[in-house]
């Protein structure tokens, strides 16, 4: 019948099937809370190889994990790391002092000066953080020029282009309506900088509970929608659970094995295990298991 609304519901594997090899990914959240596990635990299962990933601002290890598990060959963030678990990623850090994988060097202020760009539709953002430093000489896609207006020296940002964002969020309605917890900034410049837009949420929620808080709908409209409970394990998701720190302290101890001493052994097994094994997202949530799900309280 037509004028009847779609549902954007779609499962992680259809999601994944969305993103191809030399893709530019952008993966939301922030250091240690609000990723899309789902999605990036397929994505590297499926196989995806030579992906330009635009992490957060401040990236957490999704990114480390993409590089670790060789979908990342292209990395655009700030900083990659684990906050207290860890100053930064280990297979980031191998990666970028081994040359395997290209690092797009920029601070904070660069990065959402890309992300602007982008969203204007526009070839680059004028900004005047960076100069009098060496950035634009490390990172020579920076470009500094003169501004034709008055004369002033800046630094012409490129813009980063996205091809697919993914997020994870708190609840969505059938339609894409998506609403966070918590901080959003960076998940909606992604978005807003992106050709399509994914959301895994914790929970799929009536149409009526969104209209009820309009203001609260962050991203309006996504393309599509994952019902993934725990979708963002085992980081946290603000108003449902906390970082697994024990799971998290593993994955660090098996890729911290691979940058002191070249030995993957420890690596591939915590892929096998959590990643490469598993049929599906419900599956991996079995290998975590119900015990140690039901703890990640954040009271």
């Known amino acids: 019948m037509s004028g009847v609304r779609a549902s954007k519901v779609i499962d992680v594997a259809d999601v994944a099937a ?19 596990m789902a999605v990036v635990r397929q994505l590297i299962k499926d196989g995806r190889r030579d992906l330009t990933i ?18 990342a060959s292209h990395v655009i963030t700030p900083y990659i790391g684990a906050e207290g678990f860890a100053g930064i990623g280990p297979a980031f850090r191998k990666a970028a002092q081994d040359g395997s994988i290209d ?31 060496d950035l634009p000489v490390i990172n020579p896609r920076l470009k500094q020029y003169r501004d034709p207006i ?3 020296l800046l630094i012409a940002v490129p813009a980063i282009d996205i091809d697919v964002c993914l997020l994870h969020a708190a609840v969505s309605d059938i339609y894409g309506n998506v609403q966070h917890n918590g901080t959003r900034y960076g998940d ?17 929620v009536s149409p009526e509970q969104i209209r009820a808080d309009p203001l609260r709908t962050s991203i309006p409209g996504a393309t599509g929608v994952i019902r993934a409970p725990f979708g963002s ?18 994955y660090l101890a098996a890729a911290t ?9 420890e690596l591939d097994a915590y892929l096998d295990e959590y990643i490469v094994g598993p049929a599906d997202h ?18």
């Open 233 to 250: 394990h085992p980081y946290s998701a603000d108003g449902y659970y906390v970082p697994d720190a024990a799971h998290i302290q593993g």
């Open 282 to 299: 419900a599956d991996y949530l079995e290998r975590v298991g119900i015990r140690t799900l039901l703890s990640l309280n954040e009271f």
């Open 54 to 71: 635009v992490g957060a601002a401040s990236a957490g290890l999704e990114t480390d994990l993409l590089i670790a598990a060789g979908v």
């Open 150 to 152: 008055n004369g002033e």
């Open 188 to 204: 909606i410049a992604m978005y807003n900088a992106a050709d399509k837009t994914f959301v895994s949420v914790e929970k799929i």
């Open 103 to 133: 690092v797009f060097e920029l601070d904070e202020a660069h990065f959402y000066a890309g992300l602007r760009a982008s969203a204007q539709r526009v070839p680059y953002n004028p900004w005047r953080a960076g100069l009098g430093t």
């Open 257 to 265: 094995t691979w940058l002191k001493s070249d030995d993957r052994s």
């Open 18 to 36: 969305q993103v191809e090899d030399g893709m530019t990914v952008a993966v939301g959240g922030f250091i240690n809370s609000g990723h899309p």
